[in-house]
């Protein structure tokens, strides 16, 4: 058996949970053993639908109320329950903070080798996987030798049922084991709703980033300007928030806010790995530098070499003329 | 207060990694060496928690010898002593390492001197394993918090604030207690000069750590292929706001 940990959001599994029911189905493929999930709180009908379009044939519920918002000790006593019910030799889930968690706790509890951040895992005497290193600036290939049980989270990837896979019909299954202090003692006391100052880093379509060449806190006026007239975002590299001229919040890289946008606009940012890690996924990159040679020039879909102070102003005077953004 | 901070030295990564020829490593005859931005954070939150509270900080550390500058560094700060378990600079995988780590803090229990906080970073920033903290709070039964961005303490209680996507989730632990914090925990400050003169002479207790062993082997590594083919220079300083206007229109950016 394969056991995959599912996080469950809105009524609908989460899209990194589904890279890994994604992986799950593809192992179940190659090894011929079945697939189940494990998951915390409620699963409606259409969630099993869902489920059962990749090929599982059961779903392990937990859904005492005390682990809600988030107990992780008790989520991984759910994950180790439902492995002594499934006697699965492997065990799956998503690369978010909570399923990672979640998924180390089990396999400390386990004895169990515990590979984050998967690119790919390959049965073979054994694991062949790949993962991600220094966030995905370096790929490692290692092997897992054969264990009793192995723990993986899959990288966030394209969702697919594997082509010839069955849909099947979801048994569910209730959990159930004893929700007591050793699960609940650094359980999530209490839930802060967002103030709401506006759309976040990471959701914006637009983010203009400022990097060391942008001078000074007061420099950031016309990164400020410009993001007011295309409705963007301003973020920054770790070097503008290591000199307190922005909060760590506005922070792109591999340890601040990872952005997904149609265009990043990157202004004296010189392109380290750390930085290139946080924004990676943007469909679009332009890169304004003074520094012909920064990294960023090349990585870049389209660069400018010249100063932002000079080259932004003449930018938002055009932009301005031509009038509205669409 | 006694606190216990966990660190690693890695490459000082910047514009481009190159490997070694073996594709075991990378190869750092150009780079210096550091610690992670969480782990920078964690040090620096020890530092601020003994200025608040009194007690003393230890800083710990597994691998090469030459880990003295990482954890000079840390005494720079404000940390009263260091613990080196030395083990050549081998790869050690999560398992081994938070082995050796627990197995210290064992150690110190014995002697009366068991820490009430024990911070890591909540992941190294080359190997990405994302658990020694969290193996470390299971061998020793103590409460854990991942990806902390915020600590208070109040009468042997702790409050630990983290982000969960756009909320904010508070976890009240008791203490002892094994923390793994993120970077944006604080400002970490720089070291000052009497502060780097007094780590030279601050102690260090070097140990040689018994590996467990971890089913995890290393084959090779390898740079990631770039999907970006990049490189269209638009041109050079204002003159080139022209042709960024048209690369705005042409991704819709901007209305034609």
């Known amino acids: 058996m394969i056991l995959c940990l599912v996080e469950i959001s809105d009524d609908k599994v989460v899209d990194a949970s589904l890279s890994a029911v994604s992986l799950g189905a593809k192992l179940a493929g190659e090894t011929g053993l079945s697939l189940a999930c494990v998951a915390i709180g409620e699963a409606s009908d259409s969630v099993l639908k869902e489920l059962g379009g990749f090929g599982v044939s059961s779903l392990y519920l937990a859904s005492d109320a005390k682990l809600m918002p988030f107990a992780p000790a008790g989520w991984a006593k759910a994950v180790v329950t439902a492995r002594d019910e499934s006697e699965a030799k492997i065990i799956l889930g998503g690369s978010t903070d909570r399923s990672t968690e979640v998924l180390a706790r089990a396999s400390a509890k386990l004895e169990a080798p515990f590979v984050a951040n998967c690119l790919h895992v390959t049965v073979a005497s054994g694991y062949q996987v790949s993962r991600l290193r220094w966030a995905g600036s370096i790929i490692e290939d290692a092997f897992v030798s054969d264990e009793p049980v192995a723990v993986f989270s899959a990288v966030q990837s394209d969702i697919a049922a594997p082509s010839g896979s069955k849909e099947t019909e979801v048994q569910l299954r209730q959990l159930s084991f004893e929700v007591g202090e050793a699960e609940l003692r650094d359980a999530v006391t209490e839930v802060l709703l967002p103030t709401g100052d506006g759309v976040s880093l990471s959701d914006s379509r637009i983010v203009i980033g400022g990097g060391r060449g942008v001078g000074s806190p007061e420099g950031f006026k016309v990164l400020d300007e410009l993001a007011g007239i295309l409705g963007a975002t301003v973020g920054v590299s770790r070097v503008v928030t290591g000199l307190g001229w922005r909060p760590h919040k506005d922070q792109i890289g591999q340890t601040g806010t990872k952005i997904a946008p149609e265009l990043y606009i990157a202004c004296g940012i010189s392109g380290a790995i750390q930085h290139m890690a946080g924004c990676r996924s943007a469909k679009c990159i332009l890169a304004i530098n003074q520094d012909r040679d920064a990294p960023i020039m090349s990585l870049a879909d389209y660069a400018v070499v010249g100063d932002l102070h000079k080259i932004l102003p003449k930018l938002i005077e055009e932009l301005n003329a031509v009038g509205a953004k669409s | ?256």
């Open chain 2, 1 to 256: 207060m006694r606190i216990l901070v966990c660190i690693k030295r890695v490459p000082q990564a910047g514009g481009k990694l190159t490997l070694t020829e073996d594709k075991l490593a990378i190869d750092t005859k150009f780079l210096g060496f550091t610690i992670g931005p969480h782990e920078e954070c964690a040090v620096e939150e020890a530092v601020r928690l003994i200025e608040k509270f009194g007690g003393s900080a230890t800083v710990l550390t597994l691998g090469h010898a030459d880990s003295v500058e990482q954890l000079q560094f840390a005494m720079s700060l404000g940390v009263a002593d260091a613990i080196l378990l030395d083990n050549n600079g081998a790869e050690w995988g999560p398992i081994s390492t938070a082995g050796a780590i627990a197995m210290v803090v064992e150690e110190m229990r014995s002697n009366g001197d068991a820490p009430d906080l024990i911070l890591f970073g909540n992941e190294a920033p080359d190997s990405g394993d994302f658990q020694v903290g969290i193996r470390v709070a299971n061998a020793l039964d103590l409460p854990l918090v991942t990806g902390v961005k915020g600590i208070e303490v109040l009468d042997g209680e702790l409050v630990a604030r983290r982000e969960s996507g756009s909320t904010v989730e508070l976890t009240k632990v008791s203490l002892p207690a094994v923390l793994t914090v993120k970077e944006g925990l604080n400002l970490p400050r720089y070291p000052s000069l009497p502060g780097r003169l007094k780590a030279k002479s601050k102690p260090i207790k070097k140990e040689s750590p018994k590996e467990k062993g971890d089913p995890t082997k290393m084959v090779q590594l390898r740079l990631p292929v770039e999907d970006r083919t990049g490189g269209v220079l638009l041109g050079e300083g204002p003159d080139s706001v022209g042709k960024i206007v048209e690369v705005l229109k042409e991704l819709g950016v901007v209305a034609r």
